[in-house]
């Protein structure tokens, strides 16, 4: 008896099937990747975008931080500059002040007087000695008083054709015969550097007030009388509490010295 024939699909048939099934399976597994390699693609362009306008940004930034630093500097040398005329402009303002103070001294004054300035001063006796430009062919003579319309400046030591050396009253050597204009006291005045000058061995029970006025005295002979010298700052007694001890603030401090007006000696 011949044996049944069973049904199958022919090979061909088969093999288009895988295929057909490959291809399905393929596109089913592709599609979600594709799309997420694409996100990818997207965010790291999208990132790569974003560092290039970042460093864009930072570069522009850092550019504009130097312009803006080269302006700064520009600006501050010409705020120094300004500054430095500014002042250079204010001390020829207080020099010419000082001179046309001077030359209304020297209009006023009732005996010869000689205008000078200060040439010469050395840091480790500041407030000792200054040279002024005048000398004996000026017609300056040892012993000349030497004031401005601030107060008394010191008074030649020494003179040579040309210059002369002046001790300043803030030297602790330089003496000054003085009245106390409210209460017409005399007294002595001693320079004591850069602190205020004092006059010393006043009597106990002297009624002396903090601001009074002290003046030359009008029988020293060197300096105008009346002139200028300081204002009453401190009274205590003094070391050995037999005599009151005043501290004068100097109307002329001798620190800032440009122009000075000479007296020659009366006689």
């Known amino acids: 008896m011949p ?3 069973r049904n199958r699909i ?34 790291i362009t999208s990132l790569v975008a974003k560092g290039a306008t970042e460093v864009r940004s930072t570069r522009d930034l850092a550019t504009q931080v130097l312009q803006s630093s080269d302006r700064i500097r520009t600006l501050e040398a010409k705020l120094a500059s300004t500054e430095l005329d500014n002042t250079r402009l204010k001390q020829q303002a207080r ?3 000082k001179l046309r103070a001077l030359l209304g001294l020297k209009e006023k004054a009732a005996r010869r007087t000689i205008a000078a300035e200060v040439t010469e001063r050395k840091p480790d006796n500041w407030f000792r000695q200054v040279v002024i430009d005048k ?15 601030d107060g008394v400046v010191g008074r030649v030591t020494s003179v040579s054709s040309t210059a002369s050396v002046v001790r300043l009253l803030t030297d602790p050597e330089e003496k000054l015969g003085v009245v106390i204009s409210r209460i017409q006291l005399t007294g002595i005045l001693s320079g004591n550097g850069s ?16 601001g009074d006025k002290i003046v030359c005295a009008s029988k020293g002979g060197v300096f105008p009388d009346s002139h200028p010298v300081g204002t009453v700052v401190s009274v205590r007694r003094d070391a050995g509490g037999a005599a009151l001890q005043i501290e004068v603030r100097l109307s002329e401090t001798c620190y800032d010295l440009n122009q000075v007006l000479v007296l020659t000696p009366e006689g």
């Open 10 to 43: 022919p090979v061909g048939s088969e093999a288009t099937a895988e295929v057909v099934f490959l291809i399905i399976l393929i596109w089913l597994v592709a599609g979600p990747v594709s799309g997420t390699v694409l996100s990818a693609q997207a965010f």
């Open 135 to 149: 000398g004996s062919l000026d017609g300056v003579k040892p012993g000349s008083a030497v004031i401005t319309n």
């Open 3 to 5: 044996a049944p024939v």
């Open 95 to 97: 020099d010419t002040a």
């Open 195 to 210: 602190n205020p000058a004092k006059i010393d061995y006043v009597p106990i029970g002297t009624n002396v007030d903090i």
